[in-house]
């Protein structure tokens, strides 16, 4: 895009697209671009000098805006829908990252999905779950939060399964949101 006065709202030169999968990351989806946008510019550079492309404007209908990210933003609202919650944790990885608290600590939650199957759970409580790769469940706004890897503070990053299985008491505790 070329540079005007306002904030990324130059004219277009090319555009590249990539589907967003369930499983990226803001850190995943950077790589990707990255490629993409290092593989237009050696396409855009040599047809812009040659006066071969024409610039054209943005659609300001389709243009979206956000407010800088603050390390507070990371924190989990356990209130929200489950789906909500796992799109932050994609959003915000690597930075900030998403976190609760447990036993005055930080816990973050570097992987999870949403699991359906609430029923009779408080919103925050740890809950046991059946599948194999998610080492437990978090009641959220409306459904279980399936937590497949953490990284509790000033601990490496672990599987959620061995997280829980060496916090006695863990299961059935209440996360703080």
Known sequence: MLADPGIDTGPIL???RIPVLSQDTTGTLTDKLSVIGAQLLLDVIPRWTAGQLKPRPQDKTTA???RKIAKEDG???WQLP???IWRQVRAYDPWPGSYTTWQGRQLKILAAR???Q???QRTGEVVQVKD???GFGVKTGDDILGVLAVQYEGKRI???ADFARGQRGFIGAMLPG
Do not use: L
Request: hydrophobic share 40%; glycine share 12%; charged share 10%.
């Open 14 to 16: 090319a555009q590249g």
């Open 132 to 134: 194999k790769e998610i």
């Open 82 to 84: 489950a789906v909500n």
């Open 64 to 66: 979206s805006y956000c």
């Open 114 to 116: 949403p699991m359906g």
């Open 158 to 160: 672990m599987s959620a």
């Open 75 to 77: 924190q989990i609202n």
């Open 118 to 120: 609430a029923a009779g």
